[in-house]
Every structure is written in C-alpha cells, then in structure tokens.
C-alpha cells in the first residue's frame, strides 16, 4: 500500500541552524502539508502546498520555514535558522485533490534543537 | 478561529469497561476524522466521518458524527489494554488544512 516517507526519522541541531526536513508523498498526490506537534500537546496546521506553490499557511509559519518540491517526488521544510521551540516532531502528509480529501500522514521527523 | 475541544483530556480505565470520548468544534464542517497516536508514533486514520449522522464501528471502537450538534464521539466497548494510546479528533475545514482536537490520552489497566 502506498504510504508518506520521511527522512530523517531523527534530527539534531544546534540553536541558529538551518535544517531540511524531506518528505516523500504517495505518487498520484496533488496536495501536501506540513504539519508539527510539540511533545505532549496537539498536532498543528503548518502549510499547504498545491501546483508549486503554498495555498495556506499558518501564524506559526513565519519567514523562517519554507516549503519547496524541488523534483517531482520530494516535499521539503526548510527552517531557516532554527530556536529552541522548534523542537517538535514534524509530520508530511498528501492528499489525493485537497480540500474534502482524506489527508494520508508519514511517519514523522523528530527535531531536537539543543 | 475554529477550535476543536476533546474530553477528557486523559483517560484511565479498567479493562472490560465503557467509555466515551467527546470531540465538539465551533463552526460548521461536514467531515471529520479520528486518530490513534502511539508514543513516539505517526498519526494513525481510524475513521473517516463524512457526513451528519455517520457512524463507524471497528474492533471495540465506535465513532458517530452530529454535525448539527458540532459534535462527534468516539465510543470505547469492553476496553483492552492495546487501546492505550492518544486519540485525536481533527475536523476537516472550508480550507486546506485540519485542525485537532487537544487529545485524549487514554490508559487502559487490568
């Protein structure tokens, strides 16, 4: 069954570095979203992102992430120059058309920034 | 801005027993979704609620939708162990993007 990859499962940086979250959404998928969940609290809305470009974002998506499909598989986040309360585990997700789509989740990308 | 409430937030209960989950949201939405989340774990879709009045059952879980009373349950029967987990509501809104519930973290013991 097709799925949502993500790579790496864990990653580790230092306070002020930029660090590339990738994902891979499930082939025939036209909508893909970011989404990110602080240990222990709910999981938040980050980005939407359909025909190369973002269709929605949220507050906490400000100048310092940013989203790219740089080929036709992967979806990144890119967060510029990271901070302590980016620690949070991020999750990719695809849709097959958007809005009313049931979205698919990957597995996840730990982030620790020490 | 919408907001999606789960209760209780944390859940203990003895094996065998019922219980319900209650996810409300504030503004009008025709679909929603439940997840079980295991520590450390991805998001997984237990049910997918398309309409007012729809009602999924699976194993010991039952969800149900009242999209007038914006409100939706998730039913636990006769619970096990292996249920412990998190289970999220998340409502599918006007736009792209899901917005979920706070979490029920629920445990089950013997």
């Known amino acids: 069954e097709p799925e949502v990859t993500q790579t790496p499962s864990h990653q580790v940086t230092q306070m002020g570095q930029e660090v590339i979250l990738r994902c891979v959404p499930i082939?025939?998928?036209?909508?893909f979203y970011w989404y990110r969940q602080i240990l222990g609290q709910k999981v938040e809305f980050l980005v939407s992102?359909?025909?190369?470009?973002?269709?929605?974002k949220s507050e906490i998506f400000d100048d310092q992430f940013s989203v790219e499909r740089p080929d036709g598989s992967n979806f990144t986040l890119k967060i510029r120059s990271t901070k302590l309360e980016d620690s949070a585990m991020y999750f990719c997700?695809?849709?097959?058309?958007?809005?009313?789509?049931?979205?698919?989740f990957g597995p996840g990308t730990r982030l620790t920034v020490l | 801005e919408l907001k999606v409430e789960q209760n209780p937030l944390f859940l203990s209960m003895q094996e065998g027993k019922n219980y319900t989950i209650y996810c409300n949201y504030s503004?009008?939405?025709?679909?929603l979704y439940w997840y079980r989340q295991d520590p450390g774990k991805s998001l997984e879709s237990l049910f997918v609620?398309?309409?007012?009045?729809a009602v999924k059952q699976e194993g010991r879980l039952m969800a149900s939708l009242d999209t007038k009373a914006r409100l939706s349950t998730l039913h636990i029967t006769a619970a096990v162990h292996d249920l412990s987990a998190t289970y999220f509501c998340?409502?599918?809104?006007?736009?792209?993007?899901?917005?979920f519930g706070t979490g029920t973290r629920l445990q089950v013991f013997p």
């Open positions: 997700a695809s849709s097959t058309s958007g809005r009313w789509n049931e979205q698919f």
């Open positions: 082939s025939n998928h036209l909508y």
């Open positions: 992102f359909y025909n190369n470009e973002i269709s929605e």
């Open positions: 503004t009008t939405s025709d679909r």
């Open positions: 609620l398309l309409s007012n009045g």
């Open positions: 998340a409502v599918d809104t006007h736009t792209d993007k899901l917005i």
